[in-house]
């Protein structure tokens, strides 16, 4: 049996996205970032930096949502989720490392200093700083997107889930996306797939 540790709007988001689409069966263990419960001793044995999400499938046990969403992919989703020629797998983790490289931070600030972080400790100025840092690499992903639906392999795949995963925090941060029509366009196309319902993600707005 699977186990995933993480609530529904931290990273493990990734990959309750993910499996949901696999249609796996597994235990959920809402762990809240925010909470004291990341530091009970038998969690830390599994995650000893007290972070979610964490994986456990038989003997593994895994950390970092990518990672975990590559593992589901590979070993449960071939033909589905992951690619088949080597060329298109490199593209998978080229826009899956480029969505936690170069915009996971900035999608996250904007969603904590404009409404998860108490009103006063919310500093426009990391907004400010956030959205600066977007524009370009959501140049990049537009142009990108022009005529596609998709971000490898002409299909759905795991990058496309850990794509919107990183933007719906900007999304939920109340981000702008109109000027990258591209981008926008996708974006609701991903978020709407059934299976981001049925993981009962919690709504990024």
């Not at 590559?70 to 080597?86: E, H, I, M, Q, T």
């Not at 991903?190 to 709504?203: F, H, Q, V, W």
């Amino acid at each position: 049996m699977i186990t995933l540790y993480g609530i529904e709007w931290s990273r493990a988001k990734y990959a309750l996205f993910t499996l949901a689409e696999l249609g796996l069966d597994f235990q959920h263990v809402r762990i809240n970032p925010f909470e004291k419960e990341k530091y009970a001793p038998e969690y830390l044995k599994l995650n000893p930096l007290a972070q979610v999400p964490t994986l456990v499938d038989g003997d593994l046990v895994l950390t970092e949502a990518i990672a975990i969403n590559f593992y589901l992919s590979r070993k449960y989703g071939a033909g589905k989720l992951w690619a088949d020629r080597l060329e298109d797998e490199a593209q998978i983790y080229k826009w899956s490392l480029f969505a936690v490289t170069q915009m996971e931070t900035a999608c996250v600030d904007l969603i904590l200093h404009r409404k998860v972080l108490d009103a006063k400790v919310r500093n426009p100025d990391i907004v400010q700083a956030a959205e600066k840092k977007l524009m370009k690499p959501l140049e990049v992903l537009n142009n990108h997107l022009a005529g596609k639906d998709f971000l490898a392999a002409n299909k759905f795949t795991v990058a496309d889930i850990n794509m919107a995963g990183v933007l719906s925090y900007a999304l939920g941060g109340g981000f702008d996306f109109s000027p990258y029509h591209e981008v926008a366009r996708y974006l609701d196309a991903i978020l709407s797939r059934p299976a981001y319902k049925k993981a009962g993600i919690i709504p990024h707005t």
